[in-house]
């Protein structure tokens, strides 16, 4: 624990301007970022007499080692570069607001030929409309099916599409009226997009004009006596009608805002949102927070306004935003939101009428979130807790496994041999820290070895990051010059930013999948390292039995028991993480081609050859003039991509078992750089390949 008062600025040092400040730990890694209006009264009063402070302030400055900071000219400025930062460097005594759900949003895909409407979820996209987000995705699919009677723009996807482009055939949507079917040319492009923005349109709240209209075309159709058309036109009235039903009017004079509403109590805070546009409500969303650093409702509420406004600009502003507090710097958010606006934007509290009445709804539903959050967390805090208790008595521990990580190998008869690490923290998966390998120092299949190496590489990227902040003293030959020279280069030249770094945290236990052998060569590898002070243990799946180094019988834990649970979750999802590695090399690794193979030739290039002569056997038949005449290819790529293919023996002709007719295949290439076997990782669990 530092004293302040030894990394204390000079008062005569810090300028009295507006400004955003950062507090590093010992190891550089940034804690808290903030901003202020004047850095030197700001600053001063985080190191006055600790026994004033706030205890989480105090915990804070307690922890910190060093504090710099940056002058700003405005206090806009500083209002963005502090979100930047704590974006950036995710600092773990500030406020960081987590949804209590991936909620969904409809999208219309502007940014396509053919706009589709769509259920989205994650990061918002450019050039692609969103509304919402709703609670629940059956909420969309609802509204979106009454509002094709009367908009019928495309829902497919593109595969969908483009196999009903192909047979001239649409999907069943096109035959009962709910697409307009520009797959078969029913419909012009243009046409299709005007679509798409009347459906827009309405979705965003011009509601009124458009049934004026129709009910206006209803009118005249009935007088021509052109009654089916009217009965259509009625039935789109009252499908529209319904849609709009279902969010009912809250604010007159369809006023667009939104509402956010906060409650907390002394160690957590739940902020509830609601969206409204054209006076309805149009979308809702919650996040819960725990309360790290000294903050009141006005400053939970800037946090907010930044988390919420951050990435967003144009309309997916409001004009209007009503808060529970007005924050201490109310002007420069204001100007803040005008800018990502474009526009001006209120930023105030609500005094009376109906737009107080609903905040006050929203506030309820802030107070019922939280409620709700701290009844599942107070349920999932106490099971965690036990499993982590009941590992530690098990395994003889001297305290709970706060941090576990998990290695399994994978392999498919020794080939594409693989590994994974998967990581645990306070009985959580924390998948931006998992870690895939590739096998480097043997071929062929042997687990024992694999994970001996796969934990030595592991450690020794510890050491390294230890090394770099003068924490490990160089005991004797763990980790040599080249060795750091080498994970420096690895690691990039973010040494001391602040930025949380891989590798850089032991964990309490690491867990094998295997038996004795394998919890031998992990243990071997640590004491290789000098590394002492991780536990080590196996989890053989025959009999679940948890086996210790050393040791020539299993630990055997109940099989209703929390920790058993626990330890058979990090394994399965070692596992499921390293098979599905394993796959997708195998996969790439069958679908490579001889055009791989061709040294300075990228994707786009290759795609261009294949398009071009249709298929690997027409290009491997191709003269170099033919070949130079695909743009981007010149003379000396031409010949060394036809040298290559005239080495790559290609595959014998098919033959027909019946007659012995040799089948010319003339099928083009499988597209380079497709996903093998359709299989996609996701972001938030892509690991790193080390």
């Known amino acids: 624990m530092a004293d302040p008062s030894s990394y204390r600025p000079e008062p005569g040092q810090i300028p009295d301007t507006p400004g955003v400040y950062r507090f590093r730990d010992e190891h550089r890694r940034v804690i808290y970022v903030g901003k202020a209006k004047s850095l030197r009264q700001r600053l001063a009063s985080y190191f006055q007499d600790i026994a004033g402070l706030h205890p989480r302030t105090a915990t804070m400055v307690t922890t910190a080692a060093s504090v710099e900071w940056t002058v700003v000219s405005t206090e806009v400025e500083a209002l963005q570069l502090e979100y930047s930062w704590i974006k950036e460097f995710d600092p773990r005594f500030n406020v960081k607001y987590r949804d209590d759900k991936s909620y969904p949003s409809l999208a219309v895909t502007m940014n396509e030929e053919y706009p589709r409407v769509q259920v989205m979820r994650g990061p918002k996209k450019k050039g692609v409309r969103y509304f919402g987000p709703y609670g629940h995705a059956w909420a969309i699919r609802e509204t979106v099916d009454l509002m094709l009677r009367v908009f019928p723009v495309r829902t497919c996807s593109a595969g969908v599409f483009k196999r009903s482009t192909q047979i001239g055939r649409p999907c069943l949507l096109g035959y009962i009226g709910k697409c307009s079917a520009p797959c078969v040319g029913r419909v012009t492009p243009e046409e299709h997009r005007e679509l798409a923005e009347d459906f827009c349109d309405f979705m965003a709240g011009r509601t009124g004009t458009y049934l004026s209209r129709l009910e206006r075309e209803m009118h005249d159709a009935a007088e021509e006596m052109e009654y089916e058309k009217a009965a259509r036109l009625r039935d789109d009235i009252g499908a529209l009608r319904r849609a709009m039903e279902k969010n009912a009017v809250v604010l007159a004079d369809a006023t667009d805002a939104d509402l956010i509403a906060v409650a907390e109590d002394e160690l957590e805070a739940a902020v509830q949102i609601f969206h409204v546009r054209g006076g309805r409500v149009r979308g809702q969303r919650g996040w819960v927070t725990d ?82 959050h701290k009844t599942k967390r107070a ?72 994970m001996h190496e796969v934990v030595s590489r592991r450690f020794r990227r510890y050491l390294q990051e230890k090394q770099k902040t003068g924490e490990w003293e160089g005991q004797e030959g763990p980790v040599t010059d080249g060795e750091a020279a080498g994970a420096a280069g690895a690691l990039g030249a973010a040494e001391d930013d602040g930025r949380p770094r891989r590798f850089a945290y032991p964990p309490q236990l690491v867990v094998v999948d295997g038996g004795q052998p394998q919890v031998a060569a992990a243990k071997r590898a640590l004491e290789e390292l000098g590394v002492d002070d991780v536990a080590v243990c196996g989890l053989a799946k025959r009999l679940e039995e948890v086996w210790l180094p050393g040791e020539d019988d299993p630990v055997v834990l109940p099989r209703t028991s929390e920790g058993l649970y626990l330890l058979q979750r990090v394994r399965d999802e070692a596992h499921r993480f390293a098979i599905r590695y394993q796959r997708n090399k195998r996969g790439k690794r069958l679908k490579s081609g001889p055009l791989d193979e061709v040294a300075g030739l990228g994707e786009s290039r290759k795609l261009a050859l294949i398009k071009h002569f249709g298929s690997v056997k027409k290009l491997r038949q191709a003269t170099i003039e033919q070949i130079c005449e695909v743009p981007g290819i010149g003379r000396k790529t031409a010949e060394t991509v036809a040298a290559a293919l005239a080495l790559a023996v290609p595959a014998g002709p098919a033959v027909n078992t019946a007659t012995g007719e040799i089948i010319e295949d003339e099928a083009p290439a499988p597209q380079v750089g497709a996903p093998p076997g359709g299989s996609r990782e996701s972001s938030s669990e892509r690991g790193t390949e080390q």
């Open 379 to 450: 349920s999932d805090l106490t099971t965690r807790s036990r499993a982590l208790e009941e590992i530690a008595e098990a395994l003889e521990l001297d305290g709970a496994p706060l941090r576990i990580e998990c290695f399994d190998i994978s392999h498919l008869q020794g080939d594409d041999v693989v590994a994974s690490m998967v990581v645990f923290e306070d009985g959580l998966a924390r998948k931006s820290e998992y870690r895939r390998f590739q096998i480097k120092s043997f071929e062929g299949q042997d687990d024992v070895r694999s």
């Open 291 to 372: 309360k790290v650093e000294a903050v009141d409702t006005a400053g939970l509420v800037e946090h907010a306004l930044q988390q919420l406004y951050g990435e967003e600009k144009g309309e997916a502003v409001p004009k209007e935003v009503l808060v529970p507090a007005l924050p201490e710097d109310t002007p420069a958010l204001s100007q803040w939101l005008a800018d990502r606006r474009g526009s001006q934007v209120s930023l105030r509290i609500p005094q009376r009428g109906d737009k107080k009445a609903l905040m006050e709804t929203v506030h309820r539903n802030a107070q019922q979130s939280l409620a709700l």
